[in-house]
């Protein structure tokens, strides 16, 4: 199991990576935002290419910030059962979830958008705005993003199935409302 964890850790260190990369894009996107309302609406000046570059940063912050997000327990849980139940449940309905549902979903989405990413490079796609940017790039986000989130998936099954196993603390960070 120290070997998974080891492979565990690497795959959360990139994620890390990926998920310091989404934080800079909320920071360019807003300073992009700003720059072209205040060149918009002062100067009469616009550009195809500053409004779609603010789409792909977006799609960056969601694509790659999803994985960083799952690793650092932050994502969104509707479930009126997890919060209460015991620590040792709560492994378990994420270890199922993860398996049944995460992992497929996310192996299948990289699977579907690397056909969509390699056709728009071999096209050298471009966007059909005057001015616009070439699209392949923000294509290759997609599996990159979907395959970041299949291996934080894997992850963090490996931390659920070491916590049941002993070997390893873990807290669910799952905060129950008040009172």
Partial sequence: MQGLLSISRVIDAINGVFGRVADWCVLLACLISAGNAFSRYLLNLSSNSMLEIQWYLFGVMVLLGASYTLKANEHVRVDLVYG???????????????????????????????PFFTTSLRQWEQSQ??????????????????????????????KRIAALRGELQFDSKYEKPLQ
């Fill in 84 to 114: 209460s139940v015991s620590d040792r449940a709560r492994l378990w309905i994420d270890a199922v979830g993860i398996t049944i549902f995460l992992l497929p979903v996310t192996i299948y989405m990289t699977y579907l958008s690397w």
């Fill in 129 to 158: 705005n005057a001015g616009g940017l070439l699209v392949w790039p923000i294509k290759l986000v997609l599996p990159l993003g979907f395959a970041l989130l299949t291996i934080q998936g894997i992850s963090e099954l490996i």
